[in-house]
């Protein structure tokens, strides 16, 4: 399997340790910067929300159970610590320039990898 990021965030959060457990548990906002070659996959890009899939690039991968209850394991969570650590993140869409999408309810470290952005579902389905 081979994966490219197609940008960056920039969030608030110098350490996974600084960021909310979830981004809607917060109000921190964040700016994704998608690359110059995947700039054309956010036009006509008007959802209120984005879910933004994330590399969480700091994380311990070797993690399998949760340090607060080690009767459960990591895929009983949304812990970005595990084996391969693709994150999950809604935010509300603030404003999208060029090649930018400024978001509202971010988690993640500042420079986290994003691997893909997808309007939200519930949005595609209030639509229809």
Avoid: Y
Avoid at 43 to 72: E, K, M, N, Q, Y
Avoid at 82 to 88: E, G, H, S, T
Wanted: contains cysteine; charged residues 30%; proline residues 8%.
């Amino acid at each position: 399997m081979h994966c490219d990021p197609i940008g960056t965030v920039s969030t608030p959060f110098e350490t996974t340790g600084e960021a909310p457990p979830q981004g809607f548990q917060g109000d921190a906002e964040g700016v994704v910067r998608v690359r110059e070659e995947f700039a054309a996959g956010l036009s006509g890009f008007d959802a209120p929300s984005v879910v933004i899939v994330w590399w969480a690039d700091r994380a311990d991968r070797s993690v399998l159970t949760l340090d607060r209850d080690p009767s459960r394991g990591v895929f009983t969570s949304r812990s970005p610590a595990r084996p391969n650590p693709v994150c999950l993140t809604e935010c509300t869409v603030l404003a999208v320039d060029d090649r930018r999408l400024r978001v509202r309810g971010v988690d993640m470290a500042d420079g986290s990898p994003v691997v893909d952005l997808k309007a939200s579902v519930r949005d595609r389905l209030d639509r229809s």
